[in-house]
């Protein structure tokens, strides 16, 4: 099975002392007090709505809400050396042999002719299977062979089938661009294999950016109604019974559902199901860069007044980024004159535009604000992108001892010795990479937790070339003596990209 995606979180509890509450507003003792003539306690009393029971909604609703399971050929190696070099060494015992697994999932009707949405990992494959059937079971237990219409990966979206003679119930989605914070919110799904479970909260978040996948559609509602394995593509209502997203993704320590859970905006899934259904090509722009949000520690390194916009940490060569003149270090603030936001991020800003339209991009480079026009390209598919990105190797040769006067050490937490030919080959970079190589870093200090490691190469600081210590310990020193209270590194792990760190100076 592969249920709602988790993100394994450390949960925390609000140790406080417990505030009284007014029995005659239901608000904190003492918040009347904080009100002025133009925001008063009665004005922000919940309007009359809020319902007695969801039992008239959810019967309404309930027949449109379907689980979803399917049936997976896998092809397992009965080698235990298999994939290194004494598979041989087993002979014709290690033939690969086949066993059958199954998912399940929820999904809900969008069409009488019979169009269910669900989540597009509820009906992928696993690795190294074969999809062989797909079963939508309504909820007066009726089974339906259905057909997958369109899966895309990229917002983890699909679109099935099913056929019979009489309509079916379905739903329609609404505008989640309205669902504000606090809004209550119903959940139906099959959770755990348990067809027709509805759960109840509130609206806890919208446009929730969670970390977990990075890229365009990191952007959920995020509720309190519980949420469990198998609730996957399952549809959050308003209590005007329009589905405002699709049940995809919960923060759990557990593995089971601690009241916070994500659903994909039907803004975002809406238009796609529709691509899906008319088989329409999903079209993302692309722009080919690798980007990080400008942090404090950022900000301070670059001596930004102000934590705006994204950095770009490296830019891919030959795409419309670099065609464009982007650089690594610049700070894109603008993309087609809107902001670069938390809620509103670059990748979801460059997805959402036509591959070959000509945009303004505003950023800052050297501390100046700048904007250059650049010509969006085609996204990447997922397993393209997942190409492009690499898994480190931490091991270098052996070294020479700590060379420079020691401020680097003191003030970053990292040991480095000059990079040779020698060690650059064996790290994967050619004999004429410059730099210094990482040989030992600090495990309490900021350049540990912000990932560098033993085999980084150091080429840069503060946006000047670094060949030796003396010139990063002239860079540490220029940043203590303008006040900085960090350094921008630009390093780079073997076989991967060059990036920019922002590295908190040691006082």
Do not use: C
Not at 166 to 174: A, D, L, N, Q
Not at 262 to 283: N, T
């Amino acid at each position: 099975m592969k249920p709602v995606r988790y993100s394994y979180g450390i949960t925390a509890a609000l140790l406080a002392g417990g505030a009284a509450i007014s029995l005659a507003t239901g608000f904190p003792a003492g918040a009347q007090r904080a009100q002025n003539e133009d925001l008063r306690i009665e004005n922000a009393v919940p309007r009359a709505g809020a319902p007695a029971s969801f039992a008239d909604l959810t019967e309404i609703l309930q027949p449109a809400v379907v689980n979803i399971s399917t049936r997976q050929r896998i092809t397992v190696s009965n080698n235990p050396f298999q994939g290194t070099p004494f598979a041989d060494l087993f002979g014709n015992n290690g033939q690969p042999t086949t066993r059958e697994a199954q998912s399940l999932g929820s999904g809900f009707l969008i069409s009488a002719d019979g169009y269910v949405v669900t989540n597009n990992h509820v009906v992928s494959p696993e690795q190294s299977a074969e999809l062989e059937e797909v079963t939508v079971t309504m909820p007066d237990g009726a089974e339906y062979p259905a057909e997958v219409v369109g899966r895309d990966e990229q917002s983890d979206l699909a679109v099935l089938k099913i056929s019979r003679s009489e309509p079916f119930p379905f739903v329609h989605f609404g505008d989640s661009s309205q669902a504000r914070v606090g809004d209550w919110v119903i959940a139906i799904g099959n959770p755990f294999g348990l067809g027709g479970t509805v759960t109840s909260g509130i609206v806890s978040a919208v446009l929730r950016s969670t970390g977990m996948t990075g890229g365009a559609y990191d952007r959920y509602i995020q509720t309190d109604a519980s949420i469990n394995r198998g609730n996957s593509g399952g549809p959050l209502f308003d209590m005007q019974g329009n589905v405002i997203g699709i049940n995809n993704a919960i923060f759990s320590p557990s593995g089971g559902s601690v009241g916070i859970g994500f659903a994909i905006p039907a803004e975002i899934a809406s238009p796609i199901v529709d691509k899906l259904i008319s088989g329409e090509e999903i079209l993302r722009g692309y722009l080919g860069v690798q980007i990080q949000p400008v942090t404090e520690d950022f900000a301070d390194a670059l001596g930004l007044e102000e934590r705006r916009g994204e950095f770009i940490q490296s830019v891919q060569p030959g795409e419309p980024a670099e065609r464009a003149g982007l650089q690594a270090g610049d700070v894109v603030l603008q993309v087609n004159g809107k902001d670069v936001t938390p809620d509103q991020t670059l990748s979801f800003l460059v997805a959402n535009i036509q591959p070959g339209t000509t945009i303004p991009l505003a950023f800052i480079r050297d501390g100046q604000r700048r904007t250059l026009d650049v010509t969006v390209g085609r996204r990447p598919s997922e397993e393209e992108l997942a190409a492009q990105s690499f898994n480190p190797d931490e091991e270098i040769p052996d070294a020479a001892p700590q060379q420079g006067g020691g401020l680097i050490e003191k003030a970053l937490g990292i040991q480095a010795i000059p990079l040779t030919p020698r060690i650059a080959n064996q790290l994967g970079m050619s004999g004429e990479t410059q730099g210094l190589v990482v040989t030992a870093v600090d495990p309490n200090s900021d350049a540990a937790r912000k990932g560098i490691a033993r085999g980084f190469v150091i080429m840069g600081a503060n946006g000047t070339d670094v060949a030796g210590p003396e010139q990063l310990e002239a860079q540490i020193s220029q940043a203590q003596s303008e006040g900085r209270e960090a350094l921008l590194l630009r390093v780079r792990a073997r076989n991967g990209p060059a990036i920019s760190v922002p590295i908190r100076l040691r006082e």
